[in-house]
C-alpha cells in the first residue's frame, strides 16, 4: 500500500539542472529518512543523498554530487526533493526515491539494503 512516486528526470545537456520530486503515499513518511539511489546500466545502485526526518537534520551526500546537488524534504506535503545542478554526463543514470522503516531512526544509511520502500526510478541523461 505504501507507494513512492518519482518524476522530473529528462534530458539535459552537461550544466543544467533539474528538479526531481517523490511523491509518497500509503503513509506518511514524516518520522522517516528518505534518500536517493541512481543506478546506471550494467552498474550497482549507489548512493546519492539522503536527509533525516526531523526539521534541522542532517543530510548526507555522496562525494561525486556534493557541492551540485541538494536534498530537502516537504513532510507537510510527503515529498522528497532532489535539486541537481551542474549536472555532468557521468549523472546519467535512474534515479530511485527510497525511505527507511523504522521510526525516528538517527543516524543516515548509505547502502540500498537500509531500505524499506523504493519507487520505480526516474530517468536522466546528461548529454555532453
Known amino acids: 500500500q505504501v507507494q513512492l512516486v518519482e518524476s522530473g528526470g529528462g534530458l539535459v545537456q552537461a550544466g543544467d539542472s533539474l528538479r526531481l520530486s517523490c511523491a509518497a503515499s500509503g503513509r506518511t513518511f514524516s518520522g522517516y529518512n528518505m534518500g536517493w539511489f541512481r543506478q546506471a546500466p550494467g552498474k550497482t545502485r549507489e548512493f546519492v543523498a539522503a536527509i533525516n526526518w526531523w526539521s534541522g537534520g542532517n543530510s548526507d551526500y555522496a562525494d561525486s554530487v556534493k557541492g551540485r546537488f541538494t536534498i530537502s524534504r516537504d513532510n507537510a506535503k510527503n515529498t522528497l526533493y532532489l535539486q541537481m545542478n551542474s549536472l555532468k554526463p557521468e549523472d546519467t543514470a535512474v534515479y530511485y526515491c527510497?525511505?527507511?522503516?523504522?521510526?525516528?531512526?538517527?543516524?543516515?544509511?548509505?547502502?540500498?539494503?537500509?531500505?524499506?520502500?523504493w519507487g520505480q526510478g526516474t530517468q536522466v541523461t546528461v548529454s555532453s
Open positions: 527510497t525511505a527507511d522503516d523504522v521510526y525516528r531512526r538517527i543516524w543516515l544509511r548509505r547502502t540500498p539494503g537500509e531500505y524499506k520502500y
